[in-house]
Each structure stands twice: as structure tokens, then as C-alpha cells.
């Protein structure tokens, strides 16, 4: 998706995207303190914060909370796409599925691809969108679908697609 | 639902889980600390790390992110039940909506509702459930369906519901 020229000078709009367009994300790394720290936190279950337990157990070690790995690809989306978009909230994640388990020191590479833009009557658009994590090794570990409600175009701006 | 005398004995299996039973999670209280902390590491948008911008904003103040209070369940789930069940593995949210915003110093009150039991011929059972967190005005700001992987019973034991 060629967005390059139009993001830099303003925001993105929902009338900017179109169907099948693919954002890369970019990659975060997830240390083996982020995985306890969110598991202390939210989600304290020994997979996610004892070392030892998490060896003992199926998974063979340490994994991150499914939550935590969902906060990772927000992060992604945050600083790609949303940051500069006139998104104005999230609506519904109609469906997400934790695919393999994420280790640590693994790298995930975030992408989101835009499924389909319904303009309303009121000036905004509900954009449903894929997003999507996968491991060094190109394997799927997160993928989400969702529902994200958006400014259709800027103030007064014209129509058109970039 | 009585699980009582059960749950303080031993694990909480699949086969003690009946569709329509609810589980009372408890509450929890959303610090502005917390919303700005987890706002700078996941979610950056000033709608939850600038007080200043997001008291500008249609929300009129500072709001949780989603996956902040998404997070919030989880804990009110592991603590309740999790953390004594025979659950392996989240599998798939079939539907996750944020209905209200949560602000500084919410207390959010959490339930799970079993839906249906799905035992499978190796052992173990899908878990269909309802999460949801409502706020100190009984408003629902958050729901959730999902389905979990559980043990279904313990190796050995004998079959019967609680």
C-alpha cells in the first residue's frame, strides 16, 4: 500500500485505505523479564512466571501470557499506524487466536491488512482489519480480526483515494 | 454454582464445570498510575498517557486502554479460578467488545459464566465462557467469549459432576 507520501504530511484517514492493503509493523523482541513482569502482573500463572514449573510443564519453558503478546502487537499498531491515523477507538476483536507460544528472546513481526472499510452516515468509517504476529521463524504465533471505528476524511477535506 | 467442597480439596477439572454455572471474580481498582503505565508501554495513544490531551478529547479524560482492562480480567480470572483449575491452554476470543470506558480509580467487579463443556476423546475438554467486568455503576465495560483447553478430569479419577 503506497500511503508513504500522504502519511507524512497528514493523518491517515479511513477514506486513505482500501481493502487487501497490507501495513508492515515492524518487530519488537520479547525479553524473558517482560514475560515475568506481565505475568506477576496480569496473568500469574506459573507458565508465564516460574521458570522451573514452566520447564516442568508441557510447554518446556517460559512462555508469555497470551495477553501480553495481544499488548505487543497494540504496541506495533501503535507506533505504525495508529499514531498517525485518526483512529477513534477500538469496537470489537471478533476473533483471536494464540497460535504458538512465544519464548523468550523471541522476535515478533507485526502486519495489518485492511479487510473493509464501511463509511456511516455520520462522518466516520468502521475499518475491520487482520492483524497478525509471527516468530523468527515465520511461524504464526497471534492473529486477530477486528474492528477499529476511524474518521472518514479530515475536516472539510475532499474526497478521493490515495 | 457449589464447587466448594471441591475446589479447596483438589483442582477444579472440566467435568466439575456445568453450562450456566458463574463464577464471582471478585473486583479489582484501576489506578491512574496504572492506566499511564500501561499506556506507555502498550498502548502510547494520549487518550491513556496525556492527561492534558485526553481531557480534550470526546472521552473527556484519561481512559484505560482496552488491553489494559483486558488484562484486568485475566487477573480476576487466574486468581478466582485459574490458578486452581486444570486448565491448559487459552485457544481462541470468539468475541471481545469494550462497551464503556474505564477511568482513574474504576473498580471493576468480573464474572465468568460456563457456557458449554466440550470433552474431547484424548482427555481433555474445550471450555466455552463468558467473561465480562462491570464498573461501580453496574455498567458493563467490557466482554469477552472465549474458549479455554482444560484436563477433564484427574489422571485416574473417577467420572461424576460436582
Do not use: C
Amino acid at each position: 500500500m503506497d500511503v508513504g507520501p500522504v502519511v507524512s504530511a497528514v493523518r491517515l484517514y479511513a477514506e486513505n485505505l482500501r481493502p487487501g492493503a497490507v501495513f508492515d509493523l515492524g518487530s519488537a523482541k520479547v525479553s524473558k523479564e517482560e514475560i515475568l513482569d506481565f505475568g506477576r502482573r496480569f496473568d500469574p500463572l506459573p507458565l508465564h512466571t516460574d521458570e522451573a514449573a514452566a520447564a516442568a510443564s508441557r510447554f518446556g519453558g517460559l512462555i508469555a501470557s497470551g495477553f501480553h503478546t495481544l499488548a505487543v502487537l497494540q504496541r506495533l499498531l501503535v507506533d505504525a499506524v495508529f499514531s498517525r491515523a485518526a483512529v477513534i477507538a477500538g469496537r470489537e476483536i471478533t476473533s483471536l487466536r494464540m497460535l504458538a507460544p512465544v519464548r523468550p528472546g523471541d522476535v515478533l513481526h507485526g502486519s495489518m491488512e485492511i479487510v473493509e472499510v464501511r463509511p456511516r452516515d455520520d462522518g466516520t468509517a468502521v475499518v475491520r482489519s487482520r492483524g497478525a504476529l509471527t516468530n523468527d521463524s515465520g511461524t504464526l504465533v497471534l492473529e486477530l480480526q477486528g474492528e477499529t471505528l476511524w474518521e472518514h476524511r479530515p475536516p472539510g477535506g475532499r474526497g478521493g483515494t490515495v
